[in-house]
């Protein structure tokens, strides 16, 4: 009580509360009650004026964004904070920068520290010490909770028994299993979307045609705590991550994604969800469930995806075809340097012309060539080739079309079946409840 003084009690108190996850707040009441019951302590040392900064509920302390701690520390430099009260130090930081930081605008103003062990006044050199040594722990702590934590989540993976969430299409079935959704409208509709990429060979025209069809596919959504399926026009994203999803071809993986910490404007920045190779996943186990597709189909999918990267920056990708009046635009690669090469147009036909060596190194462009006789000769010998092959063609397309017919009919047909079982079922809900029927039974 002596490092308590009139100048702190003439300032005001402030409460700082916090709890690391919006879990925490849903079923951890009682952190909050003892956090909240701080300002009783407050009041009994003394303190009139108490400010609770509750702003930082749900937020880890370890975290870049803490509004409410920012508040404490804007409060503590304007000469506001007599003393900050916190149940310990992990409430208050769980970073040496953070805690540190607190600890010398405290020391600067002659702001005390209360938390449930005592009394701390940064000012003196043994409480500066034990704040210090309050912080390490608190860090160190946080850091072993981490690794064992993200351990025992790899170990479970190794296993294959780790679902985090469950792609649409599959369904939980224990705890450590997964099976095919049995509703066959989800199955025909993914299905749908690696037949239609084996046709076209192209994420983003699956995407279209399927945009075009008005047929939609399954997302997984939250109904309250509940996990279900709504059904959407997809977005491009929803066709490239069914066909880039290992768990589609039957596999279990873990760890196809990784995060990134970088500074922008000062702050430090977490960017997560970036793809991994697949020789850098952690786990891949093949032939773990059913699949929608085989292992080999999916490598191949892969390949295909993979070469229609253009302007991504993989030198080896062959890239998708280009719009223009040339041929072979976005085709061809200079013999000399192996780079794409350009097109530009003017006069009777374009041009194709090699500058990767200009642009990249400053040299002379490798070869340019006029378009009318390349694409020509191109021509001429695929017309030559697909001759024989003209009528079979013709049947190939008529039955593709055909197929795209019964496979939006299909869908719709599952979709009507599905809202009449759904009426159905409210109708009998309406009736087992309704008091009229009841009395009427």
Known sequence: MTKITAEHLARSAFVYIRQSTA?????????????????????????ATIE???????????????PG??????????????????????????NGRDW???IEFCGLVGTIIVDEDGIYDPRHPNDRLLLGMKGTMSELELSLFRQRSHEALKQKARRGALFLGVAAGYVKTGRERIEKDPDQRVQDALTLVFAKFAELQSARQVHMWLRD???AL????HDGERRCIAWKLPLYNTVHNILTNPIFAGAYAFGRTTSKVIIEDGRKCVRRGLRRPQAEWDVLLKDQHEGYITWDEFERNQQVIANNATGKGVATARGAVRRGGMLLAGLLRCGHCGRKMYVSYGGRSGRYHCVGARVNHGTKRCISFGGLRADDAVGTEVLRVLKPLGIDAAVKALEAQAGETSARQRQLELALQR????????RQQYDAVDPAQRQSR
């Not at 925490?24 to 009994?44: C, I, P, V």
Request: hydrophobic share 35%; glycine share 10%; aromatic share 8%.
């Open 23 to 47: 879990d925490q707040l849903m079923h951890n009441q009682e952190s909050q009650r003892r956090q909240y019951g701080l300002t009783d302590r407050a009041r009994q040392f003394g303190w």
């Open 52 to 66: 609770v900064i509750d702003d930082d509920l749900g937020r880890s302390g370890g975290g870049t964004s803490r």
């Open 69 to 94: 701690f920012e508040r404490l520390l804007a409060a503590i430099c304007e000469g506001h904070a007599g003393a900050v009260f916190a149940i310990e130090a992990s409430r208050l930081a769980r």
């Open 100 to 102: 540190h930081t607190l």
């Open 213 to 215: 069809e008005g047929i």
């Open 218 to 221: 399954p997302v997984k959504c």
């Open 419 to 426: 809202a009449r079982y759904e009426a159905a079922h409210a």
